[in-house]
């Protein structure tokens, strides 16, 4: 895990740069760490397993999907942290700041997705 999520973020801001506005890019980066967290600490892929990116840049938004190995007890969900907590607010950003978000679970893998336009929401 300690790898997997700055190395995730690497590729994507090679990919992305100078092709979206750069708060489409901070945007886009910071909801791909908290996915990519997610994946790693609560799907059966745990940090030593295998997550996949999919980026996909259209003229009017970057989508951003990661999938994992699934999990049978964990389905992402927005929650309200409390001021205290250590965790649990990624989804809440993932919700406020992309335009549209979603999951899938097809043959005992997982994918959470977002999307982002390059307009700005």
């Not at 700055?6 to 760490?33: F, N």
């Amino acid at each position: 895990m300690d790898e997997s999520v700055p190395i995730a973020r690497m590729w994507a801001r090679t990919a992305l740069a100078g092709r979206v506005p750069v708060t489409v890019l901070d945007d886009t980066l910071l909801l791909l760490s908290e996915i990519a967290t997610n994946a790693v600490a609560h799907s059966d892929s745990g940090p030593s397993g295998h997550i996949t990116l999919r980026l996909t840049l259209t003229p009017e938004s970057v989508r951003v999907e990661v999938a994992d190995a699934g999990s049978a007890t964990s389905v992402p969900a927005v929650r309200v942290a409390e001021i205290e907590d250590e965790s649990g607010r990624g989804m809440w950003l993932v919700d406020r700041l992309a335009g549209a978000w979603g999951f899938d679970r097809t043959l005992g893998r997982g994918s959470v997705w977002f999307r982002i336009s390059l307009s700005g929401r």
